[in-house]
């Protein structure tokens, strides 16, 4: 490996970290939106069970798992 393979591995690491660290502060974080009202998925509208809300979600689990999944294909 010589030292431009080398820089652009490192580059590609930093870039991964970068990533996760931006995945998993998006999981921890509460979550919140301009339309979202307390008590329905901002998404579909549908109503989000309580234990969801208490846990700080703002979608009902099939658009949670939707937009989890997008966020997955956009970093892959
Ligand atoms: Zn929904």
Avoid at 24 to 40: A, C, I, N, T, Y
Avoid at 41 to 48: T, V
Avoid at 54 to 71: N, P, V, W, Y
């Amino acid at each position: 490996m010589d030292e431009r393979e080398f820089e652009q591995a490192a580059r590609n690491t930093e870039q991964i970290n970068a990533a996760g660290l931006e995945r998993v502060r998006q999981l921890l974080e509460p979550e919140s939106h301009p339309d979202f009202d307390g008590k329905h998925c901002i998404d579909c509208y549908n109503q989000i069970p309580k234990e969801r809300l208490q846990a700080g979600r703002i979608r009902c689990t099939d658009c949670q798992s939707l937009l989890e999944e997008l966020r997955r294909r956009r970093l892959a």
